[in-house]
């Protein structure tokens, strides 16, 4: 009854009404056919805010809207029948079907990291087990700072050791 209060209903004509809200909301409420434009009321059966603003600016008795399967009339129809126990499961009879599993509901086992699939260049091969088509990194060749000559480093330096021992 609180959010009724926010709503001021506008009649429009004899049992159709615009309702605006406070927060900002504009609803069309038809009496006749019980509906809103919020379609609460159609969806549940039960009159939402702004049908219950209408409702009560005319001055009706707001359960009149309240459809009719929510009443005890139609809760004792559906349960006039009785509903009876089952025996215990020892006592049912074998089934010629084979009995249904489980749904698996659980990830897949995978061991390791989840590898993720990366857009691959139109130069790119999608098959990795094909060597020729891979490219390589270009490894720089090694130059000696102390000799110049290129294939070692200042470290494994022959002309260098030879120095060093005479």
Not at 19 to 24: K, M
Not at 72 to 90: F, L, N, R
Request: aromatic share 10%; with cysteine; charged share 30%.
């Amino acid at each position: 009854m609180e959010k009724v209060a926010d709503c001021i209903p506008i009649k429009s004509i004899d049992i159709h009404y615009q309702v605006r809200c406070f927060d900002g909301g504009q609803y069309t409420v038809d009496l006749q056919h019980y509906t809103c434009t919020c379609r609460a009321w159609q969806l549940s059966g039960i009159p939402c805010t702004h049908s219950l603003c209408a409702i009560l600016s005319e001055g009706l008795d707001p359960d009149d809207f309240v459809h009719k399967f929510y009443t005890v009339d139609m809760y004792k129809v559906a349960y006039q029948y009785p509903i009876y126990g089952i025996s215990y499961d020892a006592l049912w009879g074998e089934s010629l079907y084979i009995p249904p599993l489980p749904p698996d509901f659980g990830r897949k086992s995978t061991k390791g990291k989840r590898v993720k699939k990366r857009r691959r260049e139109e130069d790119e091969s999608v098959n990795k087990q094909k060597k020729g088509t891979r490219l390589k990194k270009q490894q720089k060749t090694v130059k000696c700072r102390r000799c110049g000559l290129k294939g070692h480093n200042s470290l494994t330096c022959v002309v260098q050791r030879r120095d060093d021992v005479q």
